[in-house]
């Protein structure tokens, strides 16, 4: 698809955290949409979609062509119908983020990436993941997906990223004065409670 507008291409992840990174309990997990929760076997046996995806982080590096496998959110879509104006993914660890339901809509849930299920530090179990949106909207270790009918700020839009974040408008920030990127540490390849 092409690189967009102040992206360069890298040829690794550099992996964020704006939170302290959860436990997670794979025995115990459970992922609700709305009102039904699924666990990680139902969702692994409800992949439909296969295929590669550009990534495209806010802070200006881009990995093209990664390997990913998921759940459509059209598909999902089946068992927990999306009904709202925009979709607001929660973290275990408290982390939030909110799309437009048209861009819901042209998303995945990423559970498995490059032929393997996500790595810890890429935000196992799950996470939403949309190939034209900058990847602040793709919420780690994923808890929850409600539905809203009135917009509300996630923990980067709270911060003056864009509400949207559309990777081919150069939507990162806040209304037409520029911004600036707020410091991160990238992650450390580790996991905390024994937790994968």
């Given amino acids: 698809m092409g690189l967009p507008p102040g992206q360069r291409w890298v040829r690794r992840f550099i992996r964020y955290s704006a939170l302290p990174p959860p436990e997670v309990d794979i025995e115990r997990y459970r992922l609700r949409v709305a009102d039904v929760e699924l666990s990680y076997g139902e ?73 393997r299920p996500l790595s810890y530090e890429e935000g196992f179990p799950a996470r939403p993941f949309f190939e034209h949106l900058y990847a602040w909207k793709s919420a780690k ?32 920030f806040k209304g037409s004065g520029g911004g600036r990127h707020l410091a991160r540490s990238p992650m450390r390849p580790e996991v905390p409670g024994g937790g994968r």
């Fill in 43 to 115: 969702l692994l046996g409800m992949i439909d979609f296969r295929g590669r995806m550009d990534f495209h982080c806010v802070t200006g590096w881009s990995v093209a062509g990664v390997e990913m496998e998921g759940i459509t959110f059209r598909g999902l879509g089946r068992i927990a119908e999306p009904r709202g104006r925009y979709a607001l993914f929660t973290s275990l660890e408290g982390y939030t983020s909110i799309v437009p339901i048209e861009d819901y809509l042209k998303g995945i849930l990423l559970l498995r990436i490059d032929g």
């Fill in 141 to 172: 270790w994923l808890r929850s997906i409600d539905f809203l009918n009135d917009y509300v700020d996630g923990y980067w839009e709270a911060r003056g990223y864009h509400e949207r974040g559309n990777v081919w408008l150069e939507e990162r």
